[in-house]
Nanobody, 124 residues
Framework: QAQLVESGGGLVQTGGSLTLSCVVSGRPFNTSTMGWFRQTPGNERRFVAHIKPTGPYFWYDGSVRGRFTISRDNAKNTLYLRMDRLRPEDTAVYYC?????????????????WGQGTQVTVSS
């Protein structure tokens, strides 16, 4: 099974920055499109961004485009998400996963189990 370990979350003021990391094992990281999702209480996980095995090929949800930057280090099986100009609306638990597109749901994670996620809290 997949092992997905997210880290780097924390508390930050509005307008601040934070970088998340995701270490992957048990799956072919280097040949997989990887991405980030986020979830708030009572809601389903939502797609944030993805990046192809070899960049620069990526896509962002409109809510984060221009503020977040996704990247990866294939030598370390690690995915990153640099978040800038954070807003309270960005508060959520952030998860990483391999990403596929499935109509009509859109971008979804395909590996199980999901990791524990990392909490990002943006205060005003």
């Amino acid at each position: 099974q997949a092992q997905l370990v997210e880290s780097g979350g924390g508390l930050v003021q509005t307008g601040g920055s934070l970088t998340l990391s995701c270490v992957v094992s048990g799956r072919p990281f280097n040949t997989s499109t990887m991405g980030w999702f986020r979830q708030t209480p009572g809601n389903e996980r939502r797609f944030v961004a993805h990046i192809k095995p070899t960049g620069p090929y990526f896509w962002y949800d409109g809510s984060v485009r221009g503020r977040f930057t996704i990247s990866r280090d294939n030598a370390k099986n690690t995915l990153y998400l640099r978040m800038d100009r954070l807003r309270p609306e960005d508060t959520a638990v952030y998860y990483c996963n391999s990403v596929i597109f499935s109509s009509p749901r859109g971008y979804i994670g395909q590996w199980f189990p999901w990791g524990q996620g990392t909490q990002v809290t943006v205060s005003s």
